[in-house]
């Protein structure tokens, strides 16, 4: 029996890169850091490549995929951008907000990233190793967190590797993620409103004080999926994960946070950027550690505690 070849994990440096380059351009896939998650990228111009990646998460085809550019005039190539879109862009790019923007009829894009919808989802990242590799290619590239789909995402190459293994051929090791999350989604709509789709490290209220009005709930838009992030199972561990708990039964890992003590803690100083940054490590450990459930201590449902909490919640569903 052929035995199975792991991932090969390579340093996220210029050697690194352009290997990773190498087999984008032929039409491959490889895990990359960016400043929220690890990606799982590939060239977003390719129904094979496109296709790749949908089978190495076993990803539901209804689920969009977010495509990452290097820049504004990038974008500009791919979707219709207002205004709106323009002065969001201007403000939080490059860096963790992803917009949901009518995608242009003549984009150079496959159409599995758009999963059948009008509209495409862009961000530009802001990690060094993310551009240099978009830079490298020359091309928009499809890009969701390198997981298995709905399990727990990766803010490590070694997470990644445990989760995909010889799924991936190749890994760039460019350390923690900073963030530790996944990027803000917001959706402009066309009479002028905007829905926040998936909360991250840019607050609501800053995309508010931008756009100058409230956004409308997403699910007012019905059950469809317009983004990553949206299905309510989502970032799961493996394991019952029971949320807002004080103490621990004796049956389950404790994730403390600020006072409240634990095997580990998101952060023992109530820090709720440390905290989005340890959520997920926090989550993968809980997950190989030996009790057969989780339990999570209160988290302050503000700032970037809405989006920690989301995640919390889709992951004990």
Not at 89 to 105: M, N, S
Request: proline share 9%; net charge negative; charged share 15%.
């Amino acid at each position: 029996m052929t035995a199975i070849k792991p991932p090969v994990v390579l340093p996220a440096d210029a050697s690194g890169i352009a290997a990773a380059a190498r087999i984008i351009l032929d039409d491959g896939i490889v895990a990359v850091p960016t400043e929220t998650v690890y990606g799982l990228a590939a060239r977003a111009d390719c129904e094979a490549a496109v296709a790749a990646i949908y089978r190495a998460k076993g990803r539901p085809d209804f689920n969009p995929l977010i495509v990452h550019v290097s820049d504004v005039a990038a974008a500009m190539q791919l979707a219709v951008l207002d205004e709106r879109a323009l002065s969001l862009a201007e403000a939080f790019w490059p860096g963790a907000l992803t917009l949901v923007v009518p995608r242009r009829a003549d984009a150079p894009l496959a159409a599995a990233v758009s999963a059948g919808l009008p509209t495409i989802a862009l961000r530009c990242p802001a990690h060094p190793v993310m551009q240099s590799l978009l830079l490298a290619c020359r091309l928009p590239l499809a890009a969701p967190s390198a997981n298995r789909s709905g399990a727990v995402s990766p803010t490590s190459a070694a997470h990644v590797a445990t989760s995909l293994g010889a799924r991936v051929p190749l890994i760039l090791d460019g350390g923690s993620c900073a963030d530790g999350i996944e990027s803000t989604i917001v959706a402009l709509r066309p009479e002028g409103g905007w829905a926040l789709l998936r909360p991250g490290p840019i607050g609501e209220v800053d995309v508010a004080q931008l756009l100058g009005r409230d956004p409308e709930h997403a699910a007012s838009q019905g059950a469809r999926i317009e983004a990553p992030g949206q299905i309510m199972s989502h970032y799961a561990p493996g394991k019952p994960l029971r949320l807002n708990a004080w103490v621990a039964d004796p049956d389950e890992f404790m994730i403390g946070f600020a006072g409240i003590g634990g095997q580990l803690s998101l952060s023992c100083c109530g820090d709720l950027a440390e905290a989005a940054g340890r959520l997920y490590a926090c989550l993968h450990a809980a997950a190989a550690a030996p009790q057969p459930r989780i339990a999570v201590a209160p988290v302050p449902d503000e700032g970037i505690g809405a989006a920690i909490n989301d995640r919390l919640r889709r992951a004990a569903a």
